[in-house]
């Protein structure tokens, strides 16, 4: 296989191809999410890898904080943010899940939107979420169900593996020790929150034409088009010829898939006011 010279390592570059690729059905998902945390009213809040600001924009429309800091390690991610939402209870900075730059105890509610996906060590992050809430403080996180449920990116490698097997390797949904809804619970458990509640949502995923799927991949933003941005044309090609024959359009062109995120949320020690 002929690899190009982009490179797979700069696949988290571009804030624009993110939203055009993942943030917009982000958005979505963090919506309902944030409903479903249910957090009362005048909290501070920590946006854990806020990206390009889905989920601090719903906690500033729906659960009236009193401040939200979002981290994010991706520099163009927090630019945008910060460009975005000019909200005075909003402020963003660089930083990681397992190293947000807070004081101890700073927070009264750490949100995660899709970061625990992408963690080699999930259980430090936890930890670190520990420290930074205050006592009595809630946590909630969301994860993408990449291994059954989030029908995008299962067509997608499923293409590329019947053109290139070596992609298997990158498929998150297929590696060893993905993080699914019975580890995050575990994982949550372990890291001594109470009060541990889980849950699914799932959104429509609802493309105008093959061109409104396949074009966010050629933008080298996310895992998928990081990988496909290591190829050269005509492999790249063919993973889209693949990907087109195993779609079904609507009458109209449209075509309709579904996408399912794991939800968790739970309590740091100390007086709970999460509902469960």
């Not at 998902?29 to 005048?42: H, I, Q, S």
């Not at 979002?70 to 163009?76: I, K, S």
């Not at 460009?83 to 700073?106: H, I, K, N, Y």
Request: proline share 4%; hydrophobic share 45%.
């Amino acid at each position: 296989m002929t690899r190009s010279a982009s490179g797979y390592d700069q696949k988290w570059a571009s804030s624009d191809a993110y939203e055009r690729y993942n943030g917009r059905w982000s958005r979505l998902v963090a919506d309902l999410f944030v409903v479903w945390l249910d957090v009362p009213a005048g909290r501070r809040w920590l946006d854990v890898g806020c990206g390009t600001g889905a989920l601090t924009d719903a906690i500033l429309k729906r659960c009236e904080p009193s401040a939200v800091i979002g981290v994010d390690p991706v520099e163009p991610f927090i630019e945008r943010a910060a460009a975005t939402l000019t909200d005075p209870r909003a402020s963003f900075r660089l930083g990681s899940a397992v190293e947000t730059g807070l004081t101890d105890a700073a927070v009264d509610v750490v949100g995660a939107g899709f970061v625990l996906n992408f963690l080699s060590d999930v259980g430090a992050a936890l930890t670190e979420w520990r420290r930074v809430l205050a006592p009595g403080g809630a946590v909630g996180a969301c994860i993408w169900d990449y291994a059954r449920g989030m029908a995008l990116i299962r067509l997608f490698w499923d293409a590329a593996v019947a053109v290139d097997p070596a992609a298997a390797a990158l498929d998150q949904g297929g590696q060893a020790g993905t993080i699914d809804d019975g580890r995050l619970e575990a994982a949550v458990r372990e890291a001594g929150f109470v009060a541990v509640e889980t849950g699914a949502i799932t959104i429509p995923m609802v493309f105008s034409d093959f061109d409104d799927l396949w074009l966010p991949f050629l933008g080298g933003t996310g895992g998928a088009p990081g990988y496909l941005a290591t190829l050269d044309d005509v492999h790249r090609d063919a993973i889209r010829e693949q990907l087109h024959r195993s779609v079904t359009a609507e009458l109209d062109g449209s075509i309709h898939l579904e996408a399912r995120a794991w939800t968790v949320r739970a309590g740091q020690p100390g007086e709970f006011d999460l509902p469960g």
